[in-house]
């Protein structure tokens, strides 16, 4: 048993050591993988279960109750804040309101992917596999316990006659058969799966309280209207997400990309909207060869 | 037809392989990111066109309080904050698209959520540009939006036509409500109801009206792929809503370039029109 494969479960490392090969590929997939000459290893996995911390009021991490109030904040981060023009004070009346970009979730995300995608990596290295393709991955709560669980799983793979990837770490992607034959006909050679979630809390202002409840109340307006604050914490949410990726790319290239957005709300204008983004990063390591133009034909039967 | 020389995808693989064994060389390049399958990269590169970014839009809009409330006729507030939402979420995709120095964007997933007292419009695309910059040096002021794949886009521009815009259109009206006399009296007969037909296809003639005149704000001279929805709203089952969308197209060769499509029979037909056993005779 390799170094890598010394956190495995007993079970996993038996499997792993068995003659036999395993594999999450379809038929058609299987044939186009031997084409290639990726001989398939074994069925690799990697988990993950995470808990999230309270984040709520009276943690160190919430924003706090008014504008000024330190909070787990990162420098940078994304933060905009609203502030009531009615120009009066009540108990009732949300005088300011916050966009902010939930870092500290973020991370927590990040770790629970990161950890269980380099378990995966280290089952696959510990077959001496070059890379792990048709890899799916699940990010979802845990038998209704409040905690949630990251899987990955893949089919580990060998280049025949081919070098070993720098630092022996495989290469992965979540494509397959044709789609990934004809990736390495262009050109294009998959490096990593790269995915980033960006969570960003809504605090709502009176003038979005009133707005997301149907405009009534102090001064709301009585006809349609943008509702900015909301609007511009989806599009930050979507562009923090991109920024998140972009930075895991360093200048290669994301393909198939897959944006899943997941809103709560939380009261009247209050929301959560959580971001991922995911998609293969891939590598030109050959010139394009464009394709002759297609020719449009028409099926008989 | 020209023979595509076959490609020895092993050596391919093996090229690729060799090239992860060295560190990638640091640059500065953002790096292309699209929602778009290889297949669809490919097609937009045959055509010319190349992907330059994942770009979004949306916008949320309120709707007043108490428009879902019983009544009669067009519910117009519902109608004028749907048709806001998807135009400034159109905007916002724009922007977005011009900043990434994109030319248009292609293959818009558009989702739409009518909540009681907003509307939701999120629309998700891959800005392209041609791949010889040269013959489009200048960024359109406004590039084109459409919900049309990668492969319709291809056909499209082949045929000499352009897709300009989304065309978008809403309606919401109120189930029409019959007297009890009318009831009671309807309940024996077979009986068109007339103030049910006129509502329903006034709002669905209105839905597609709006559709066409925002076709023709984008200076379009038609619309493809037109999809329509309708149904009651899930909050509000006295109230039904009619949405039609589609991409907005122009004529941009001098003519229509007919494609000439080549016939195919496949032979993988999967309807056995003879069978063997039947020559056995009874």
Known sequence: MSDASADLPEAAVRRLDSAAFSSGLTVPDFAACLELGLQPLALVQGFCVMSWRWYGAGSAYMRGMNPYAPGGQVQGAYAETYRCPHGFVSAEHRMWGQNLEQTWVESAWAQGYGTSYNRMLEEAASLGAHGVIGVADRVAELADTGTVEFHFLGTAVKVMDGPPPLGGVPWTTYLAGQRLTKSIEAGFMPVAVVAAMASVRVWAYCMTEYLMEGSRGWGGPTSPQQVEQVSKAHMASRQLARKHVREQLAGDTLHGARIDVVKRELAQGDEVIDCTLRGNRMRRFKDFDVVPPPRPTVRLG | ?282
Request: proline residues 5%; contains cysteine.
């Open chain 2, 1 to 282: 037809m020209t023979d595509i020389p076959a490609v020895d995808v092993r050596a391919e693989m093996l090229s690729g392989a060799k090239s992860l064994t060295v560190a990638a060389a640091p640059t500065k390049s953002r790096g292309v990111t699209s929602d778009l399958s290889i297949d669809e990269a490919l097609l937009l590169h045959a055509a010319g066109w190349e992907p330059v970014d994942l770009v979004c839009g949306v916008s949320v809009v309120s709707v007043p309080m108490g428009v879902w409330n019983w009544g009669q006729g067009e519910i117009t507030s519902a109608a004028a904050g749907h048709n806001a939402a998807v135009r400034e979420a159109s905007a916002e995709l724009r922007n977005e698209c011009v900043k990434v120095q994109g030319h248009g964007v292609v293959g818009v997933r558009v989702d739409v959520e009518v909540h009681p007292h907003h509307i939701d419009v999120e629309l998700t695309g891959t800005a392209v540009r041609p791949v010889n910059q040269g013959a489009h040096p200048a960024v359109p002021a406004s590039p084109f939006i459409s919900d049309l794949s990668a492969r319709d886009f291809t056909l499209l521009a082949g045929a000499g036509w352009m897709p300009v815009g989304l065309a978008f259109g809403a309606s919401f009206v109120y189930a029409p409500r019959r007297s009890a006399g009318d009831t009671m009296r309807q309940k024996t007969q077979n009986i068109e109801l007339t103030n049910f037909t006129e509502a329903m296809y006034a709002a669905r003639e209105s839905a597609m009206e709006r559709m066409q005149q925002s076709a023709l704000d984008v200076h379009g001279q038609g619309v493809v792929e037109v999809k329509v929805t309708e149904g009651p709203m899930h909050f509000a089952r006295h109230a039904v809503g009619f949405t039609a969308w589609g991409t907005a197209v122009r004529l941009v060769a001098d003519a229509h370039q007919f494609v000439q499509p080549q016939v195919i029979l496949p032979l993988d037909d999967k309807i056995v029109a003879f069978e063997a056993q039947s020559l056995r005779g009874a």
